[in-house]
């Protein structure tokens, strides 16, 4: 099986769309990759799925890092990408671009950090010191603080312009692809139509390159989820029930035999 990259990224637009997830260990990002899906992101999500946070505001580098290195060490064919967690590139270019280098050599193909036009200078530095980078435009929940909750991005014609500026101006920086997050799809329609990289949509429409879902999401190890979401599994109920399974197996003796 062929190895996800930069390249064939890029070359996947208007060829192929891709269903892509997160992941934040080596149990479940094998399986994915074995399942054929081409990127993983090791997203900031953790603070929320994986660690009972809020928001994805707590998640700190060293937490990023020790998944990244799991998750790359199960995966064969994905491409690994390491979400930057708030806090690690606010804080200077140099801490960024060293924070980055770090996520590099725990195994991640690629970084995602969130931002427009903002983070361009960023962006470039990374890319020419050789470090791929998947960008971020609409709603980015780092900034959930900025919005007063997790809100839907682009919806005035003026906030709708400022994300294609952005998704632009990520793009002529170096990005290979872009994050669309809970955007109107006629928004996330035209910003992928005038881009040349991958657009990855999330809450964001049919009309995107690329899709992310939420691991926990997309499985239903979460119960509750955004109204774009599909669930392909129910594992919640499932799991309970083996927990209970076993619990009440021991209890009356009935395991181990
Ligand atoms: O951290 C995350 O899960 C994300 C989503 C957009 C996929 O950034």
């Known amino acids: 099986m062929k190895k996800w990259n930069v390249a064939s990224v890029r070359a996947s637009k208007g060829v192929e769309k891709l269903g892509c997830c997160t992941a934040y260990d080596a149990c479940f990002a094998r399986l994915a990759d074995e399942a054929g899906v081409p990127i993983i992101l090791v997203g900031d999500s953790m603070g ?25 060490r199960a995966v064969k064919s994905a491409m ?56 971020h435009v609409g709603m980015t929940p780092q900034s959930v603080n900025e919005y007063g909750g997790f809100k839907r991005q682009g919806k005035t014609r ?5 994300v294609l500026a952005d998704a632009k101006a990520v793009e002529a920086a170096g990005a290979f692809a872009v994050t669309l997050e809970c955007i109107p799809a006629e928004l996330a329609a035209q910003v992928t139509a ?64």
């Open 48 to 72: 929320m799925t994986m660690l009972g946070y809020e928001t994805t505001l707590p998640v700190k580098i060293e937490e990023t890092l020790s998944a990244t290195a799991a998750v790359a």
């Open 80 to 135: 690994v990408v390491a979400d930057l967690p708030f806090g690690s590139y606010q804080c200077g270019d140099d801490l960024a671009v060293m924070n980055a280098v770090k996520c590099i050599q725990a195994g991640a193909d690629a970084v995602k950090l969130e931002g427009g036009a903002r983070v361009c200078g960023l962006i470039k530095r990374l890319t020419e010191a050789g470090i791929p980078v998947l960008a």
């Open 158 to 162: 003026e906030a709708a312009e400022q």
């Open 194 to 257: 005038s881009l040349k990289i991958v657009t990855v949509g999330i809450g964001a429409g049919p009309v995107c390159d690329a899709q992310w879902l939420v691991m926990h999401d997309l499985l239903g190890l979460n119960e509750k989820v955004p109204t774009f979401v599909k669930q392909y599994a129910h594992l919640a109920s499932e799991v309970r029930d083996a927990f209970s399974s076993y619990v009440r197996e021991v209890r009356e003796g009935v395991f181990p035999e």
